[in-house]
């Protein structure tokens, strides 16, 4: 059962409340909009894409529940997809209706999570902003599509200086700006206790993180919906404020899950990436169930893939001789991610019931050209591990010549 809460506030200094909000408890779709352009045109764009995301919401539903049916890379990045056509949707009849009513520039934010079958798909563009709280913490799902924080990842402004610049409002993508925009699309697997905060810069702005986990973490829904609200209006109001607040669904498989969240957090490809860019990331990340002595890669074979162990064990061999037993966060295969046509080296088979995530060249391929910064990030790191490998194979020939 999905429990929530919603609250949106015109503020202290503003005349009208051109933020927008869908609460779609039966289809499981939430949405915050901040509408940007002034002149009653904000609050057109971001009615227009909550209008979008509520025509839509029964087949994001759908969608939903066909992942929960059979939860496969294929269903999960179907729903990822249909999310984005919805976004696409929404900036093109933002803009077209900028356009007709001689309007340019009228845009918004969007931050949208579809929930169900404990999992939920997150949308975003612009800065509003999505957050997980699990464990009494709060992480940001999201990235500001703003000019300083351009400026803060490049290492031109520190957060201090982000807080008091006087292009802090500026963003870098909308919802209307354009016929398409580029959406940052992500899934989570929901765990027992977890709570999704949707909401408008009306509350980052004048709220630090800190005070928000703690209102987030710490009160029933209903409560920290108006205490959220409240801390914004305390600090000045500056803004409309919007807040929504989702309990959703939990996996039933609670463990394995915690197991997939500390692979995708600790393999070298990804290790120290924010948590954001790792959720994002996930979408080129499918998951194997193998049983013992079922062959994962087959020696001889051509292969596309790598493999990383989440729960079980598997057996390498060569020819027949056993080369190592492969357990949890161990990985294989990674040279097939750079190499157009590899042939395996080795024969790769259960030896005991278990799961791997697969990473395809082609996702990743796909990936990088989506998302260049992030897909350069993995390419590298790839690299690097590769060449480390080489110099060890490299040390290893040396000392078998030498005779050591």
Known sequence: MIRYVARTDTGRRRQS????LLADVDNGVFVVADGVGGRAAGEVASRITIESFQQAAPALARAVRAYAARPEWSTRN???ELLDNVCQTASRRVFDEAESKGRRG??????????????AFIAHVGDSRGFLVRDGLIRQLTEDHSMVNE???SGQMNRDQALRSRYRNVITRAVGLYPTVQADLMSLEVLPGDRLLL???GLTDMVDQARIETIAAENDLDTAGTALIDAALEEGGHDNVTVVMVEPEATPLTEAARARARIMETLFLFEGMPFHVRLRVSRICEELFFTPGQVLVREGEEGDSMFVIVQGTVKVSREGVQLATLGVGEHFGELALVEPVMSRTATVEGAAFGSAIVIRRSLLKEFAQREPEVGSQILWRLLATLGERLRDANALAARRIRGD
């Open 17 to 20: 409340n051109e933020d927008a």
């Open 78 to 80: 179907a729903v990822l």
């Open 106 to 119: 009228m845009t918004t934010t969007l931050v949208a999570a579809v929930v169900g079958g404990g999992s």
């Open 151 to 153: 400026l803060v990842r």
């Open 199 to 201: 909401c408008s810069d």
